[in-house]
């Protein structure tokens, strides 16, 4: 089968497309025969090893343990390994795995769900990473309430695209945060309101959010704190902005911190896919709550240029790989 692969860190160089034989299902996993393939931020963090604290999470010191990259996935279920009880050869799954980046890839069992019926594949392979990670933002992190005012910083990116149609989908009055070239997506999305921050400064007009979600990085945690309200919860959501050696995740570890002597909430997000969430959000879509934004398609001879693509900052929601 063909394979995204690479064998050291590094650009996008690094990567190569190779022949090599088809993976076979373990116990409790299943293989899928991939259909499509999301790209997220964290391909291009185990691309690169960057940040180095990333290494010291068990995905390889000096070189990547898993040298397939992709890690969103859509597809077909090929073959089922021992214990497998949830899913038999031709159910159409998406989920996460490592390796997806390919024609076939294995998956745990608890890490797939059914294919939520209204997307593509190329829709649902959008989804695992990116939607989870805002679900478990808004709904267990900011725990949004119906009436609250929620701020979604990086709207128009791959997890504030879910979290805008997901807080509104809570009951939330939703403002959204983004560049002036996605003003109009996140207006689509059903943001209330839509802050082009080349033009307007949140921190700065008075308002004060019950939740604020932060996606995009770059930002202290002082700003956020002059737009939150007094009993309010921020959401860090990753980092993207720091040094080689944290990336701006030294927000996420001092959040706590920042919350000890305050009636708000400040918190560091780490999320953990689980087919429950995958469930809940195939749910959602098929519900028409959620719509899968779907920037660029690539084929998988273009896996770097799709990763250049999105690091650029120019895609207006998810960019996917089509196998």
């Not at 390919?102 to 998956?107: I, K, L, R, S, Y």
């Not at 745990?108 to 679900?135: C, D, M, N, Q, Y």
């Not at 004060?208 to 959401?235: Q, W």
Request: charged share 20%.
């Amino acid at each position: 089968m063909k394979a995204v692969m690479q064998d050291v860190y590094g650009s996008a160089d690094v990567l190569e497309l190779r022949d090599i034989p088809r993976p076979v299902p373990g116990d409790g996993e299943v293989l899928i025969r991939v259909r499509a393939a999301g790209v997220e931020q964290g391909v291009w963090h185990l691309m690169t090893g960057r940040p180095y604290l990333i290494r010291l999470f068990g995905f390889g010191l000096t070189r990547p343990k898993v040298h397939v990259r992709g890690r969103e996935v859509a597809g077909v279920v090929e073959a089922v390994g021992a214990n497998v009880s949830r899913f038999q050869p031709g159910d159409e799954v998406f989920g996460t795995c490592d390796g997806s980046f390919a024609e076939f890839a294995c998956a745990k069992e608890g890490k797939v769900a059914r294919k939520p019926r209204a997307a593509t594949f190329e829709e649902a392979s959008a989804a695992p990473i990116s939607g989870v990670t805002a679900l478990q933002g808004l709904r267990d992190a900011g725990k949004v309430r119906p009436g609250q005012k929620v701020l979604v910083i990086g709207a128009g990116g791959g997890v504030g695209t879910y979290a805008v149609q997901l807080a509104k989908a809570f009951g939330a009055e939703v403002t959204g945060v983004c560049s002036s070239g996605k003003v109009e997506l996140v207006r689509r999305l059903g943001a209330d309101h839509v802050i082009d921050y080349a033009v307007e400064d949140f921190a700065r007009q008075g308002v004060f959010y019950d939740v604020i979600l932060d996606t995009a990085g770059n930002r202290p945690l002082s700003v956020m704190r002059r737009a939150l309200a007094p009993t309010g919860r921020l959401v860090i959501v990753g980092g993207e902005a720091g040094g080689k050696l944290t990336g701006g995740f030294e927000r996420s570890l001092g959040a706590p911190l920042a919350s000890l002597f305050s009636g708000r909430k400040f918190t560091g997000l780490v999320s953990t896919e689980n087919h429950q969430d995958l469930e809940a959000l195939a749910g959602l879509i098929d519900a028409g709550s959620v719509t899968p934004a779907v920037d660029r398609v690539f084929p998988l001879a273009e896996v770097p240029a799709a990763i250049a693509y999105m690091r650029a900052g120019r895609a207006q929601g998810k960019v996917v790989i089509r196998i």
